[in-house]
């Protein structure tokens, strides 16, 4: 409940930040603190020092940009969840959103934080697979932009240098002819994802123009089945071919597992959220 | 006012708490207070080779570090004691600070007094320990195995004791002539009390006048007293004053006495200042003692016609590391004794072994023991149910006790006061509609819906109101089981009554109110109800066991008995009446058969301050106290009826509806009674659905934050349905029975009863609690394995 | 190394200097001595350390001093108006909507926000509204009956 001592700095832009984590050994980044404080109050993180850069404003909204729509950092999940252009444009990362914490943790939590810390059981990796985003990175040496999919390494860990700002998120519009879903079989005590499923379908006319889908919470990082997509991809899309599709293709390594679900049972429940998701999302492309 | 009983007077307690001003421990800050931070084990089990407390102590801000040896050295008694002992116990000892083993993740082993929170914390983790870890044993079964690693030379094979209770060769005999056996090994899962208030303390001794004043989240600051004045600090009686301020609810897990209360307690004495201990959730879970964890196996025999012939339990509890304060009585005397449910059942055997384990103690928590049994009575209900070929409703009705056969007598010791056993199922049938459910349920399987519809139901007795001293003592309690109650009548009418049955969320400064006002026939506002609070209230047993109304507003109840007795005389005298013709109603005195002649009670009470004209003999003053011991427990009873749906899939399981039937007896407050059943069946649906407190086989907590234990949320509830039937207790002068725990007795074996029959398509005869997706989804689909 | 705050809570401004690792909650109960906001857990998942910043529902606990620099904090203590409860305490009191009374401060300013967002919630919006703080007292049953009350009579 009482984290350790560390040095304090408030970054009053992203260069200053980068400069600060550049100077400074050990040094963690501070948004709205949901990922970072409670293992610092557990005393299972001990940086040295904070970078706070919770006040560079320009780091927070949704705006679109070409090829899409980009969501600053320190976007919170209540400013997502509530957004009409992403409800309108690209609801399945509003719709994910909804689904975090609870009110009081999408009012403070922010997109870039989360997506930093990589808790392969946060509701947000498997949307940014599946809509195929791009993260936004400044460091000393400059920008650099890495796809969702190369961003996350392993359990906790991503592509992101520990002297690097993670800075925005890019998510592309979801064609009008497209529809989303994104559902979650939550853990009783946490309210983290045991399994999320994440599906986008774009249909034309009577046939699956592309299909992707993605799961939070049942591998160490998010699991993008491609060749569920890829097997769908051409197909009618019906209940009967997605069962197959998943069936034939959905191959999870190494799940996870612990005291609630073992890795066998999220295995299986990939399956079944996976099924959900994807016909629900061509339902709504449909509709 | 009189008719003020059985009406849903809102509470007064609600002011204070409404706007952030009710003063729970941690609220209080005296001048020059220190902080402590208790270091404790992280091994399951393991030997201190040494503790190093110089770098901690030289640590800037720190004020002290005290370790176990320190306390072996001072003149405290420095353990904390049982206090229910039973034939043939082993009670080893349990240190407030261990000095040569821990054995279990959470034995303190050192504490760091600091000028405030951060730094004891910072300073905590300077305290170099030297552990030789040794082998660990959590699982109850486990620890009785050959082989598993042993807590203590004096405790062969970890057993504590091996109690039993009923005739073993009438049980034989009634399994020898069944016409139906059924068997079961079934768990009782551990679960964490969760107050959302942590425990914590303020302790702060005057070594001038040699007195400690001890602020604690406790549910009986007499009994911490009594426990801390014998065993733990060895100071006298009349040099403690414990005070319970508002608690964050207890369930249990705050009756007993702790290490950490005496802890504070010494480093104050030893420092010369105030200190502070509040536990984090991730300390209070690892140290509460936690609730249940019981491994039963329970054998029941029924005749040709499904009519019960005996019932065999053979149950090994979990005691945790060290006994705590009940923990001997809770899979004895409150489960044991509880074995016959509502049923007339002639031939009962129960033997319990209690177990030690490398885990936090086990001692009671809501329900304490009368959940366990009522789990396994209707589960072995419901299966022989099943075997019989009879409904589940049918084979209750042909085994209830009928309501004309009151008092009956069990056969494993209790004698039921009174019930309508009947009368409650029927009330919960038709309030949930059960005919129509069950209907719907057959449809729906025909049509092969892939939602599983389940429907429970569970007809529950408990034994309340703890209890008669003569009785208790004789069964091991080391303390009486009565409870006090004050009547204060001040010169100007108005009352200010001091019960020993100290409240946490219960509302008894309104409930107690009534009672007086009711008696009284003065308004509720003209009583003031203090409690918690040594210093105050003249002796205590305190809050559990749903005993307030039952055993501590009977003792108001007698000590009104006595105030009206005296003003009677008084108001005899004034009117120059005969006692015997003087009568109290509607806040007068009046004299039988002459309308004119009446004396008011302000009058009368003024009368009596005055002391200008008394009988002779007559001391001054209005003020009774009255010690009330029930002459026998109280049996609140019930039936309760639930509907789920499963998600063949995935094995998730909504609950759909919660009907509660229970009769309480006679309901001072509807709306407080309630209250108390809601927040009971959400504790009991937690254990059936989602909480387990789980340890590593090296005894660690694996379940030891929010994060890994859930705790129900409202997302995860219905609104219940609830109702009574009023059968009232004939033994005690309100009538009343006890509410408390009715609801997690009865719910565990409601929603099992009821995922059970959702499963028993798939041949599923048994499931242990909490019933997770996963085992479902398995019973389903990997066919149990 | 103590760092710069200005806070205001409950109306009135506080100019402190403060040790970057407190947490907001420890500046409330110890600095500011608004015991009102209580502690019940450290993974912020029990919601009674729940008080509002510029108007938002937020756990006190997560939440470092430092970074409510700047903004305005409404605590228990600072929701009933000239003595007047706030209609959600009013309504916690007439449904029973607490025991204990610990987990209730942050119950009813999660409540308040809840309200603001969603004037007319269904039973099933407060629960999921409410779902970031834990009740073992009341079984949530009258906690949602009292919301429910309070939006009737237009609380937010």
């Known amino acids: 409940m009482f984290p350790a001592n560390f040095e304090y700095f408030r970054a009053a832009s992203v260069e200053e930040a980068v400069a600060l984590l550049h100077r400074h050994k050990d040094a963690k980044v501070l948004a709205g603190g949901h990922s970072l404080l409670p293992i610092m109050k557990l005393r299972l993180a001990e940086p040295a020092a904070l970078i706070d850069i919770g006040h560079i404003h320009i780091l927070k909204g949704i705006s679109h940009h070409r090829n899409g729509i980009r969501i600053g950092a320190l976007t919170t999940h209540a400013t997502i969840a509530r957004s009409e252009v992403l409800q309108r444009e690209c609801s399945l990362l509003s719709d994910a959103a909804a689904h975090i914490g609870d009110p009081q943790v999408r009012n403070k939590g922010t997109i870039g934080g989360n997506i930093a810390h990589a808790d392969p059981a946060s509701d947000l990796p498997a949307v940014l697979l599946a809509l195929g985003a791009r993260i936004q990175m400044a460091g000393p040496a400059g920008d650099r932009t890495v796809a969702a999919s190369d961003f996350f390494t392993d359990l906790l860990e991503t592509e992101l240098r520990e002297d690097e700002v993670l800075t925005a998120v890019d998510v592309p519009a979801i064609a009008e002819s497209a529809g989303a879903s994104y559902l979650k079989f939550e853990h009783p005590a946490s309210g983290y994802a045991i399994c999320g499923a994440a599906a986008v379908v774009d249909m034309d006319g009577g046939s699956c123009r592309s299909a992707s889908l993605a799961f939070n919470g049942v591998t160490a990082i998010p699991h993008h089945a491609v060749a569920v997509g890829d097997a769908l991809a051409g197909s009618d899309i019906s209940d009967e071919a997605i069962a197959a599709a998943i069936e034939a293709n959905l191959r999870i390594e190494e799940p996870l597992g612990d005291i609630q679900a073992s890795g066998e049972y999220r295995v299986e429940l990939a399956k079944v959220y996976g099924r959900r998701a994807l016909q629900q999302a061509r339902d709504r492309a449909r509709s | ?785 | 190394m103590g760092q710069q705050v200005r806070i205001e809570v409950n109306g009135t401004t506080h100019e402190r200097e403060v040790d970057p690792r407190t947490l907001l909650v420890h500046f409330l109960r110890e600095d500011l001595a608004l015991t009102g906001t209580n502690v019940g857990c450290e993974t912020s998942l029990c919601g009674a350390c729940t008080v509002l910043i510029d108007g938002e529902a937020v756990k006190s606990c997560t939440q470092l001093a430092v970074q409510a620099d700047g903004t305005s904090v409404t605590t228990i203590e600072g929701l009933a108006q000239d003595g007047e409860l706030h209609p959600l305490q009013t309504a916690f009191h007439e449904e029973h909507g607490l025991q204990c009374g610990f987990c209730t401060p942050g119950m009813i300013l999660t409540a308040v926000d809840l309200l603001n967002d969603n004037p007319t919630p269904s039973a099933d919006e407060i629960r999921q509204g409410l779902k970031g703080n834990i009740c073992r007292c009341t079984g949530y049953h009258n906690i949602i009956k009292a919301v429910q009350r309070a939006a009737e009579g237009g609380a937010s």
């Open chain 2, 1 to 785: 006012m009189s008719g003020v009983i059985g009406t849903s007077v809102k509470r007064r307690e609600d002011a204070a708490l409404l706007i952030g001003k009710g003063k729970y421990c941690d609220d209080f800050t005296l001048p020059n207070m220190t902080h402590a931070v208790i270091v404790r084990s992280p091994y399951g089990h393991a030997r201190i080779n040494s503790v190093l407390t110089t770098e901690a102590a030289e640590h800037p801000g720190v004020i002290a570090v005290f370790t176990g040896r320190d306390v072996v050295n001072s003149d405290i008694g420095g353990v904390v004691p049982t206090g229910w002992l039973l034939p043939g116990i082993k009670t080893p000892e349990h240190p407030i600070l261990a000095t040569d083993t821990v054995r279990y993740a959470g034995d303190g082993v050192a504490v760091v007094v600091a000028e405030d929170r951060y730094i004891a914390r910072d300073a905590a983790e300077l305290v170099e320990v030297d552990y030789e870890p040794l082998d660990a044993v959590t699982d109850v079964l486990a620890a009785v195995a050959d082989g598993a690693p042993q807590l203590f030379e004096e405790a062969p094979g970890n057993i504590s004791f091996d109690w039993d209770l009923g005739d073993a060769e009438a049980t034989a005999a009634a399994f020898d002539r069944a016409a139906h056996t059924v068997e079961v090994d079934l768990r009782n899962n551990r679960l964490i009390p969760h107050a959302v208030e942590p425990r914590g303390c303020l302790a702060s001794f005057d070594d001038t006048s040699g007195e400690l004043t001890l602020y604690v989240t406790t549910q009986n600051p007499h009994l911490h007293r009594l426990l801390m004045s014998l065993a733990s600090l060895n100071l006298p009686e009349h040099k403690m004053r414990i005070i319970a301020p508002e608690v964050g609810g207890g369930f249990g897990s705050k009756i007993h006495h702790y290490p950490d209360e005496a802890i504070a307690s010494f480093c104050s004495m030893q420092i010369g200042r105030p200190v502070k201990w509040i536990a984090t959730r991730s300390e209070t879970n690892l140290t509460d003692a936690h609730g249940r964890d019981h491994a039963s196996h329970a054998e029941i025999a029924l005749d040709a016609q499904g009519k019960i012939l005996g019932l065999r339990v053979k149950t090994h509890a979990a005691m945790g590391a060290y006994l705590s304060t009940f923990a001997p009585a809770v899979p004895t005397y409150l489960y044991g004794t509880l074995l016959s449910g509502q049923y007339d059942i002639p031939a009962i055997h129960v033997q319990t072994l209690g177990v030690f384990t490398n885990t936090s103690p086990v001692d009671a928590y809501r329900g304490a023991g009368r959940p366990e049994a009522t789990f396994v009575v209707e589960r072995l209900i419901d299966m022989a149910a099943d075997a019989t070929g009879l409904s589940v409703v049918e084979i209750r009705r042909r085994n209830f006790v009928s309501k004309d056969d009151f008092p009956y007598q069990t056969a494993v010791a209790l004698a039921y006061d009174s019930g309508n056993y009947d009368g409650a199922m029927d009330r919960a049938l038709e309030l949930s509609g059960y005919e129509a459910l069950r209907a719907e349920q057959k449809r729906r399987r025909e049509a092969g819906d892939t939602k599983l519809m389940g429907i429970g139901i569970s007809s529950f007795i408990e034994a309340c109101g703890l209890a008669p001293s003569q009785v208790v003592g004789a069964l091991g309690a080391q303390a009486g089981l009565y409870e006090s109650g004050k009547v204060r009548v001040h010169p100007t009418g108005s009352v200010t009554v001091y019960t020993g049955s100290s409240a946490h969320g219960q509302g008894h400064e309104t409930t107690f109110a009534q009672v007086v006002a009711d008696r009284l026939s003065i308004d509720v506002d003209q009583v003031e109800v203090v409690h918690g609070d040594t210093g105050e209230v003249p002796f205590g047993m305190g809050t559990y066991g749903s005993r307030s109304a039952a055993v501590g507003g009977s003792a108001i109840s007698t000590a009104l008995d006595k105030v009206i007795a005296k003003s009677r005389k008084i108001a005899a005298h004034m009117l120059e009446a005969s006692e015997d013709d003087v009568v109290f109603e509607d806040n007068a005195f009046h004299v039988r058969g002459v309308p004119s002649k009446s004396q008011g009670w302000g009058d009368v009470v003024l009368a009596a301050y005055l002391a200008h004209n008394l009988p002779e003999g007559l001391e001054p003053g209005l003020e009774e106290t009255s010690f009330y011991n029930p002459e026998n427990f109280t049996y609140p009873f019930g039936t309760h009826i639930c509907v789920v749906e499963i998600d063949s899939e995935t094995g998730a399981v909504e609950l759909q509806r919660y009907v509660a039937v229970d009769d309480v007896g006679n309901v001072i407050n509807p709306m407080i009674v309630d209250g108390q059943v809601h927040g009971g069946l959400a504790q009991g649906i937690g254990q059936a659905l989602w909480e387990h407190a789980v340890y590593s086989d090296d005894g660690q907590l694996l379940s030891g934050t929010l994060l890994d234990y859930a705790v129900p949320r409202a997302h995860n509830l219905p609104f219940f349905e609830t109702d009574r039937t009023v059968t009232p207790c004939p033994h005690n002068p309100l009538g009343v029975k006890g509410v408390g725990e009715a609801g997690s007795i009865a719910s565990p074996a409601t929603v099992t009863n009821a995922v059970v029959d959702a499963l028993s398509p798939y041949g599923v005869k048994h499931m242990d609690m909490p019933l997770t997706p996963e085992k479902i989804w398995r019973a389903i689909h990997r066919n149990g394995g």
